[in-house]
C-alpha cells in the first residue's frame, strides 16, 4: 500500500531516537521522547486549501522538524508515518 496526502498535507516517517545522549548518559525506554525529525516520504499537491493559494515547499527524502503535538499518526504495513499539514513543518535540515 501507499500513502497519497490531499491538499497542504505532508507524509512524515520519524527517524530513530537515540538511546544515548551527546555526553554519553544512557537513556531508558520510558524517558526517551518521541524525535520531532523525520524524512518527508509523499506530498500533497497543495493548491487552493481553506481559500488561499498553497505552494508546497518541502519535497520527498528532505529531513524536517515538525510542530511537536502536529498530526495523525498512521500505521501501515508494519511501519508508522505521521500526517501533518506543510505549515505544522518548522524547519528544514540541510547537510
Do not use: H
Not at 18 to 27: D, P
Not at 73 to 79: G, P, Q, T
Amino acid at each position: 500500500m501507499k500513502l497519497v496526502p490531499l491538499g497542504d498535507r505532508v507524509v512524515l516517517k520519524q527517524l530513530v531516537a537515540e538511546e544515548t545522549t551527546k555526553s554519553g548518559i544512557v537513556l531508558p525506554g520510558q524517558a526517551k521522547e518521541k524525535p520531532q525529525q523525520a524524512e518527508v516520504v509523499a506530498v500533497g499537491p497543495g493548491g487552493m486549501v481553506d481559500g488561499k493559494e498553497v505552494t508546497m515547499q518541502v519535497k520527498v527524502g528532505d529531513k524536517v522538524i515538525y510542530s511537536k503535538y502536529a498530526g495523525t499518526e498512521v500505521k501501515l504495513d508494519d511501519e508508522e508515518f505521521i500526517i501533518v499539514k506543510q505549515n505544522d513543518i518548522v524547519a528544514v535540515v540541510e547537510d
